[in-house]
């Protein structure tokens, strides 16, 4: 289970834009909670023979902007309040980087890693056959997440597809190339929060060459940002993963960790390194902390050791609401999630589109179309910042419930239309 309540996170932020908003009412009561939360008990036959029944989670927070997005996360430690606040944190993302989608999110609970390959495809099977009804390219479209991946988003789309006419690969993003999905996908997380990171640097004035950067998990979006940082110029002085840590003041090259991770499955006993955990990554002497594992990393129990300028977030949700506000008071400049980590749902549009419209675009073609909707979301962020006098997170957040309020306002739902929409 979370140790914090992450809906309430995401939920005070919402609040505060509003507020600097002033929405009105019946706004902020429609996007205070999620448009709809499925909750499911898919039984499967384990490999030793025994029936187990698992728990499910679809959330659509909101559809205001178009068919909800969102990740599907496999997770022992998963809970509602976790899912519906990813769900909301998809609405605002997906605003922010201004794609036509809404928030979703998906959770299984269990232990991926202690399950079997068939047991995880029967499991995948069984729940998106459970949430069928609510799911579609033009409802809801899911993608991969922490413990589920290219693998997982083909299962998705076979079971989604049983017994139709014909096939929509639109329902999931993050399949594998051979599969319809989109060149640019696997490593575009990571690509999206370097691509901000050196938009900012040229903003700021602040070059990347030898800074010193320490990363929270070498997942998909770890490994990929450290390729990109270290090929900047940055040194990579630590890492740690779920099972521990390495520090290497000289620096990491992250495509040798990569193919020992390959062989290893853990980051742990690299070449040459040090032993360290994630309470001391994070209070290094650095320059850019990027958390990319879990949330809630970043907390009130460790954020004023943070020595880091930058924090560019990778993972959602990493830093507490208490931590931010150390933060703020420290000057630390905090790149939010929901800005940073949005490169993802950028190609995954456009892996849904190329679905829609039998098309297929080059890798070159996606990653140029990403870099410029990620720029025009770093410009439009920076541009609120400058006009409300809020830190970036806060000014995200105020551009994100602000589109989304616009396409509510305009849209009037029929249920509304006898109040006084300024003031009801
Ligand atoms: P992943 O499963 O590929 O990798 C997660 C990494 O974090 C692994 O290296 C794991 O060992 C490590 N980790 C897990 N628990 C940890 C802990 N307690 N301490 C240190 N390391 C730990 O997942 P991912 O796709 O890289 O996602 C990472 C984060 O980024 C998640 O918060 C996810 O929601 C977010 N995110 C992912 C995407 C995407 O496209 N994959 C998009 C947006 C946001």
Redo the contacts with the bound molecule.
């Keep these: 289970m979370e140790e914090y309540d992450l809906f309430a996170e995401v939920t005070l932020q919402f609040e505060r834009a509003a507020e600097r908003l002033k929405l009105e009412p019946w706004i902020f009561e429609k996007l205070s909670q999620p448009e709809r939360e499925l909750v499911v008990h898919p039984t499967i036959i384990m490999d030793n023979g025994k029936p187990k029944t698992f728990v499910g989670i679809r959330v659509q927070h909101s559809t205001a902007r178009g068919p909800a997005k969102g990740?599907l996360?496999y997770s022992p430690d998963a809970s509602l309040s976790e899912c519906k606040a990813?769900a909301a944190w998809m609405t605002w993302k997906c605003a922010v980087i201004d794609v036509p989608f809404g928030g979703g999110k998906g959770v299984v609970l269990c232990d991926a890693l202690k399950m079997s390959e068939r047991e995880l495809k029967k499991l995948t099977w069984e729940y998106i056959l459970a949430i069928k009804d609510i799911i579609g390219p033009h409802k809801d479209i899911l993608?991969?997440?922490?413990?589920t991946n290219d693998r997982t988003m083909a299962w998705v789309v076979e079971a989604y597809n049983h017994g139709k006419t014909h096939f929509e690969f639109a329902v999931a993003t993050?399949k594998s190339t051979s599969f319809r999905g989109s060149f640019g996908r696997k490593g575009?997380?990571g690509t999206g929060l370097f691509f901000v990171l050196e938009e900012l640097s040229k903003h700021l004035d602040f070059s990347l060459e030898e800074k010193k950067v320490a990363i929270?998990?070498?997942?998909?979006?770890?490994c990929s940002v450290a390729k990109l940082v270290h090929r900047a110029g940055c040194r990579i002085i630590a890492i740690?993963?779920?099972?521990g840590g390495i520090w290497r003041e000289e620096g990491i090259n992250p495509f040798k960790l990569q193919t020992y991770v390959d062989r290893k499955k853990q980051i742990v006993g690299f070449d040459d390194t040090k032993p360290i955990d994630?309470e001391s990554l994070i209070s290094l002497p650095c320059d850019i902390l990027i958390p990319?594992?879990?949330?809630g990393?970043i907390n009130a129990n460790n954020a004023d050791s943070i020595k880091a300028k930058v924090i560019l977030e990778?993972?959602?949700g990493p830093t507490t609401k208490e931590a931010d506000e150390i933060l703020k008071e420290k000057e630390t400049l905090v790149i939010p999630?929901i800005l940073a980590?949005a490169g993802?749902v950028a190609v995954s549009h456009l892996e849904w589109m190329q679905n829609l419209n039998q098309v297929v675009f080059s890798e070159e073609e996606v990653i140029r179309r990403m870099k410029k909707r990620m720029k025009k979301a770093l410009c439009d962020v920076l541009a609120t910042m400058k006009k409300h006098n809020v830190t970036m997170r806060e000014a995200a957040y105020i551009l994100g419930v602000k589109r989304v309020a616009e396409s509510l306002r305009l849209r009037k739902f029929h249920n509304y239309e006898e109040i006084d929409l300024k003031t009801g």
Excluded: E, K, S
Excluded at 292 to 295: D, K, L, M, R, S
């Design positions: 990740g996360r990813l993608a991969p997440d922490m413990f993050g575009a997380t929270l998990g070498f997942g998909n979006v770890g740690t993963d779920i099972y994630n990319a594992a879990v949330a990393q990778g993972a959602n999630d980590n993802g």
